[in-house]
């Protein structure tokens, strides 16, 4: 079964792993040769195959243990992935023109709930921002966001009329930890609005909170417009 390759990347020792795997030549619940086997027989480092095998891990084919080595699962324990792109960015890749616009900006006492989620305490001041974000004019997604000013004072100086939040904040303050939950919500009137609904239309509804390095930075309710979908692939 050892096959000498000279010089293999972790991705070609990735792609061989896999294949026997779903060959069954590394059959369900069996123990795959050690580190430094496999790196013998790929002419390869320890590092390059560990990273090999981490990465199959990672994506649900492998379960290692320290000391009790690398077995192939049963069943592969699949993980959906995605992107989180700029609504902006999302739009131009369909193919469709993008436009935004300011709807409301007030700066305010943060929101008892929100103060509980993002256990900021209740002395804080947040920006409070409504946008509208349309492809080719016509209404795509309705937010609204919260930026916490003692995380983000810099947003105080940004009129947001020419820039999303999002857009920005990816430019100013990264994130280091993101929240994320998709649900379906009932579009009151308000929202039912910019989004060309009916009041009660079901909605698709993103909610993102995030942080900079435990501090948190900003939370977003995000409503788009009905026929919304998002797709991921395994």
């Given at each position: 079964?050892?096959?000498?390759?000279?010089?293999?990347?972790?991705?070609?020792?990735?792609?061989?792993?896999?294949?026997?795997?779903?060959?069954?030549?590394?059959?369900?619940?069996?123990?795959?040769?050690?580190?430094?086997?496999?790196?013998?027989?790929?002419?390869?480092?320890?590092?390059?195959?560990?990273?090999?095998?981490?990465?199959?891990?990672?994506?649900?084919?492998?379960?290692?243990?320290?000391?009790?080595?690398?077995?192939?699962?049963?069943?592969?324990?699949?993980?959906?992935?995605?992107?989180?792109?700029?609504?902006?960015?999302?739009?131009?890749?369909?193919?469709?023109?993008?436009?935004?616009?300011?709807?409301?900006?007030?700066?305010?006492?943060?929101?008892?709930?929100?103060?509980?989620?993002?256990?900021?305490?209740?002395?804080?001041?947040?920006?409070?921002?409504?946008?509208?974000?349309?492809?080719?004019?016509?209404?795509?997604?309705?937010?609204?966001?919260?930026?916490?000013?003692d995380s983000?004072?810099?947003?105080l100086d940004?009129?947001?009329?020419?820039?999303?939040?999002?857009?920005?904040?990816?430019?100013?303050?990264?994130?280091t930890d993101?929240?994320?939950?998709?649900?379906?919500?009932?579009?009151?009137?308000?929202?039912?609005?910019?989004?060309?609904?009916?009041?009660?239309?079901?909605?698709?509804?993103?909610?993102?909170?995030?942080?900079?390095?435990?501090?948190?930075?900003?939370?977003?309710?995000?409503?788009?417009?009905?026929?919304?979908?998002?797709?991921?692939?395994?």
């Amino acid at each position: 079964m050892a096959t000498q390759r000279d010089n293999m990347s972790y991705k070609d020792i990735k792609r061989v792993v896999l294949d026997r795997i779903q060959k069954r030549i590394w059959a369900p619940d069996s123990l795959l040769p050690s580190e430094i086997e496999l790196a013998d027989e790929f002419s390869s480092t320890r590092t390059t195959v560990n990273r090999a095998l981490r990465e199959l891990a990672e994506e649900g084919f492998l379960e290692r243990k320290r000391k009790a080595g690398t077995r192939v699962l049963n069943a592969p324990l699949r993980k959906a992935q995605f992107t989180i792109p700029q609504v902006g960015d999302e739009i131009v890749e369909a193919g469709r023109t993008y436009r935004y616009s300011l709807v409301k900006r007030e700066v305010i006492d943060i929101p008892s709930w929100l103060s509980a989620t993002l256990a900021t305490g209740s002395a804080q001041s947040v920006l409070y921002l409504e946008c509208m974000h349309f492809a080719d004019n016509t209404p795509f997604q309705f937010e609204v966001r919260w930026i916490v000013v003692d995380s983000a004072p810099s947003a105080l100086d940004t009129d947001f009329t020419q820039i999303g939040p999002g857009a920005w904040l990816a430019q100013e303050l990264p994130f280091t930890d993101l929240e994320v939950s998709f649900s379906a919500s009932k579009a009151d009137k308000h929202i039912a609005e910019f989004l060309d609904a009916r009041d009660g239309d079901p909605i698709f509804t993103t909610q993102r909170t995030t942080w900079l390095r435990a501090q948190p930075v900003t939370h977003a309710r995000l409503y788009f417009a009905p026929g919304y979908k998002m797709t991921t692939r395994l």
